[in-house]
């Protein structure tokens, strides 16, 4: 594990950018609008309990580091920015020996996790980064985008960071094809967020103080037919220089997923969808968008 300091940031970042560093080698740039959202993330994700569980049980499983590892190639000596990075999942799971990993997220206690993984820890807006552009060989942002208030915004961030020829890799924003859920499928989906069902079912958040904090959190996953779709990224990526292929899957699925396999959902998952007239075996049904996207060599 190698260890980062300010020193490593600063060609990076923006003559104007405002950089604090605290005690516990955080770096922060003050935040103009702390949001309702923000708050809501970053109360969930600091959380030292459930931010704990978060990080151990949570993109954490084989087929998440194969389906990573096929989309980004090796990390090996390459500058890596990480938005939303919590408490360092990503990296803990997909391994590699970057030159200079950066870890971006507003929750500090999820920051603090995540520089004993390794990461140079940022606290900063994900809509307004204080980095310069085009300098990363590979951006990613793994269950980010649908946590916050603008995802164009946070999104055309992203990609501005990136060098040409290196990538963007975003994944497990939800699809919100496969969620325009009704009627009895609406209903059994709300069910599955209730505290005693998840209890029972042995599923991440017990109580209800930890399904609250979770739901506040989605901010773009909260409502029938909320989430990414795969115009956003066309719209916003295609006339900043890239090349952007779209892979939906279901969460449980493989190096496959770059293939056009997009897997098979949960049972829970199918049958609220076939309940709301929706077909589960369609790649509009897949839970979740992996976008792959190349920016062109000038």
Same mark, same amino acid.
């Given at each position: 594990?190698?260890?980062?300091?300010?020193?490593?940031?600063?060609? @990076?970042?923006?003559?104007?950018?405002?950089?604090?560093?605290?005690?516990?080698?955080? @770096?922060?740039?003050?935040?103009?609008?702390?949001?309702?959202?923000?708050?809501?993330?970053? /109360?969930?994700?600091?959380?030292?309990?459930?931010?704990?569980? @978060? =990080?151990?049980?949570?993109? #954490?499983?084989?087929?998440? #580091?194969?389906?990573?590892?096929? !989309?980004?190639?090796?990390?090996?000596?390459?500058?890596? $920015?990480?938005?939303?990075?919590? &408490?360092?999942?990503? @990296? %803990?799971?997909? *391994?590699?020996?970057?030159?200079?990993?950066?870890?971006?997220?507003?929750?500090?206690?999820?920051?603090?996790?995540?520089?004993? $993984?390794? /990461?140079?820890?940022?606290?900063?807006? !994900?809509?307004?980064?204080?980095?310069?552009?085009? =300098?990363?060989?590979?951006?990613?942002?793994?269950?980010?985008?649908? +946590?916050?208030?603008?995802?164009?915004?946070?999104?055309?961030?992203? %990609?501005?960071?990136? #060098? &040409?020829?290196?990538?963007?890799?975003?994944?497990?924003?939800?699809?919100?094809?496969?969620?325009?859920?009704?009627?009895? *499928?609406?209903?059994?989906?709300?069910?599955?967020?209730?505290?005693? /069902?998840?209890?029972?079912?042995?599923?991440?958040?017990?109580?209800?103080?930890? %399904? #609250?904090?979770?739901?506040?959190?989605?901010?773009?996953?909260?409502?029938?037919?909320?989430?990414?779709?795969?115009?956003? /990224?066309?719209?916003?990526?295609?006339?900043?220089?890239?090349?952007?292929?779209? =892979? &939906?899957?279901?969460?449980?699925?493989? !190096?496959?997923?770059?293939?056009?396999?997009?897997?098979?959902? &949960?049972?829970?998952?199918?049958?609220?969808?076939?309940?709301?007239?929706?077909?589960?075996?369609?790649?509009?049904? %897949?839970?979740?968008?992996?976008?792959?996207?190349?920016? +062109?060599?000038?």
């Amino acid at each position: 594990m190698k260890l980062h300091t300010i020193t490593s940031l600063l060609p @990076y970042l923006m003559e104007t950018a405002e950089i604090i560093e605290q005690e516990n080698g955080i @770096y922060s740039c003050p935040i103009a609008h702390f949001t309702v959202g923000m708050q809501a993330n970053s /109360y969930l994700f600091g959380h030292p309990i459930w931010g704990e569980e @978060y =990080f151990k049980r949570t993109h #954490r499983s084989e087929t998440f #580091r194969l389906r990573w590892q096929k !989309a980004c190639g090796s990390w090996d000596q390459k500058i890596v $920015v990480d938005i939303g990075c919590g &408490p360092g999942n990503v @990296y %803990a799971t997909v *391994g590699g020996s970057p030159s200079l990993l950066i870890g971006i997220d507003i929750a500090q206690g999820a920051l603090e996790k995540a520089q004993q $993984v390794g /990461y140079l820890p940022l606290l900063a807006d !994900a809509h307004h980064l204080p980095l310069i552009d085009s =300098f990363a060989d590979l951006v990613i942002a793994n269950a980010t985008i649908h +946590h916050c208030d603008d995802m164009a915004q946070v999104l055309a961030e992203a %990609a501005r960071l990136v #060098r &040409p020829g290196g990538l963007l890799v975003t994944d497990k924003d939800p699809q919100a094809s496969a969620w325009k859920l009704r009627g009895l *499928g609406l209903v059994g989906q709300k069910i599955q967020w209730h505290p005693v /069902y998840r209890r029972m079912t042995g599923r991440l958040h017990t109580t209800a103080d930890e %399904a #609250r904090a979770r739901l506040a959190t989605e901010l773009h996953n909260n409502q029938p037919g909320e989430g990414i779709t795969p115009e956003l /990224y066309h719209q916003v990526l295609e006339p900043l220089g890239f090349e952007v292929k779209l =892979f &939906p899957h279901n969460h449980h699925t493989g !190096a496959e997923v770059l293939e056009g396999d997009h897997g098979r959902s &949960p049972w829970r998952v199918r049958l609220c969808q076939r309940l709301s007239g929706i077909d589960p075996n369609t790649k509009e049904a %897949a839970q979740s968008i992996m976008c792959v996207a190349t920016r +062109h060599c000038r």
